[in-house]
């Protein structure tokens, strides 16, 4: 029962350098997030989707993107990464209609330097 | 600007007493609000929620408090364990919008002393 996974766990990457934390859900849920967490502050909302094809920015986009193709899979990608980029990633899904329920991923800490 | 906000980062209490965490928001139009559990290096995990045509939910130990017109919420732990020792997030969405994106607060530390 894998739930959300997320991988890396950890990563340093110097500043200008682009990678894609991977995302992937076995529970068939239409929803998918990606959020991050700067200490001692909330979730903030990076994209959503509401299903494979469909994505839209949350709270926070600038300097990310993503991509829907499947139901199980929601990358996010980072593309010249910043200094201010440097914070804990999560992923979450949810299955839709008035479930509200959120399950997240154990996270990603991602350090620019 | 901070719709959901946790205005206490910690609280310590001692095993077997009450925990009580609270939790203010300023949008009216949020309908539904969740709490969140959060140990080091895991994702939040969903602790209990409550919709706005109730005042109370009660779930074991977990009590969620929901005052409409105050526009806050508080969560109950009796009795606390240490186990309990997490960071608690509340949040809150409305529901049936495009995709109920949740607005989270600061968080709030608990420290379950024995």
């Known amino acids: 029962n894998a739930g959300v996974t997320q991988t890396p766990k950890f990563r340093i990457l110097k500043i200008g350098q682009s990678m894609t934390l991977q995302c992937t859900q076995d529970?068939?849920?239409?929803?998918m997030y990606w959020y991050r967490q700067d200490p001692g502050m909330g979730l903030k909302l990076i994209y959503y989707?509401?299903?494979?094809?469909?994505?839209d920015k949350g709270e926070v986009p600038n300097g990310y993107n993503v991509s829907r193709s499947t139901t199980e899979d929601f990358p996010l990608r980072l593309e010249l990464a910043a200094p201010s980029q440097t914070s804990v990633y999560f992923c979450?899904?949810?299955?839709?209609?008035?479930?509200?329920?959120?399950?997240f991923g154990s996270g990603t800490q991602l350090s620019v330097l | 600007d901070q719709q959901v906000k946790q205005n206490s980062p910690s609280l310590s209490v001692q095993e077997g007493r009450i925990s009580i965490l609270n939790c203010d928001y300023t949008n009216s139009m949020f309908d539904y609000f969740l709490w969140y559990k959060k140990y080091p290096a895991e994702g939040p995990t969903f602790l209990i929620s409550i919709s706005s045509i109730k005042d109370k939910n009660e779930d074991g130990r977990f009590t969620v408090f929901l005052n409409k017109s105050a526009k806050h919420l508080s969560l109950h732990i009796v009795p606390s364990q240490p186990g309990d020792s997490a960071v608690y997030f509340c949040?809150?969405?409305?529901?049936?919008?495009?995709?109920?994106?949740?607005?989270f607060g600061t968080g709030t530390r608990l420290q379950v002393t024995l």
């Open positions: 979450a899904s949810r299955l839709g209609g008035t479930d509200e329920k959120l399950f």
């Open positions: 529970m068939n849920h239409n929803y």
């Open positions: 989707s509401v299903g494979a094809g469909i994505t």
């Open positions: 949040a809150a969405s409305r529901l049936g919008g495009t995709a109920s994106k949740l607005t």
